[in-house]
């Protein structure tokens, strides 16, 4: 599969959103990332469904959407209904964690499981042959525009090889800090989807700095094949 720029409409400009969701429709990216904040599980409040149906409604290509919420499960159907295929909750955040991941899979969407820069990934040992993808933070959720925690290099080699040896189908997600800087290397190190926020949105040119992120991943690994 070809290196997914999902692009986190958390450092979109919501007075012009319209305007920033078809510039991602237009662009190279292949997903778009929604950044689902509470104030409770993470220090800031970002947007509800509202905003994620309008989203949708413009969208055309995947929805991407990341829980920073404690009790996910009570939103799931909802996030459904608004148009999400891929769904992720955080490890931290779900004490019944299967079940939760069976209930996302049931109204039929994707389901991944996010970790903290903190969480061991042999914590997801045991579930992650039946995950469709694994969201590293490699920033403390809550905020965009923080810088990369480079520790997630280690995590993410580490999770490649869990996924391997277990025979786990699962996505690497890498959230946080992306940029054109560093893709290549995530690329190389078996990152299959990079979320960016600021490093697109505040880049004078958008569509070009998804493109550079893009070729700096897919340079990348061609170089490894
Ligand atoms: C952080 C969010 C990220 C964030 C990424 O809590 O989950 O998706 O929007 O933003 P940047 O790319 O600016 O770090
Ligand atoms: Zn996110």
Request: glycine residues 8%; negative net charge.
């Amino acid at each position: 599969m070809d290196t997914v720029i999902a692009p986190s409409l958390l450092s979109a400009d919501f007075g012009n959103l319209a305007r920033d969701v078809e510039m991602v429709n237009c662009s190279d990216a292949g997903w778009f990332h929604l950044d689902i904040m509470d104030g409770v599980f993470v220090p800031n409040i970002s947007y509800g469904f509202p905003v994620v149906r309008a989203m949708a409604r413009q969208a055309r290509k995947p929805l991407d959407a990341h829980l920073m919420i404690v009790e996910p499960d009570r939103y799931l159907a909802l996030f459904k209904e608004a148009g999400v295929e891929w769904l992720s909750v955080h490890y931290e955040a779900c004490p019944h964690l299967h079940r939760t991941v069976q209930h996302i899979h049931d109204l039929g969407m994707k389901a991944g499981v996010a970790l903290n820069p903190h969480t061991p990934i042999t914590l997801l040992e045991d579930i992650v042959c039946d995950l469709d993808y694994v969201v590293l933070m490699s920033v403390n959720p809550g905020f965009g525009g923080q810088s990369f925690i480079e520790h997630s290099f280690d995590k993410l080699s580490r999770l490649k090889e869990m996924c391997l040896s277990k025979g786990s189908k699962a996505l690497i997600e890498i959230d946080g800090g992306v940029n054109a800087e560093n893709a290549g290397a995530l690329a190389r190190a078996g990152a299959d989807i990079l979320v960016a926020g600021s490093a697109v949105f505040k880049a004078s040119s958008p569509q070009k700095m998804i493109r550079d992120i893009l070729i700096a991943a897919r340079s990348a690994r061609e170089a490894v094949r």
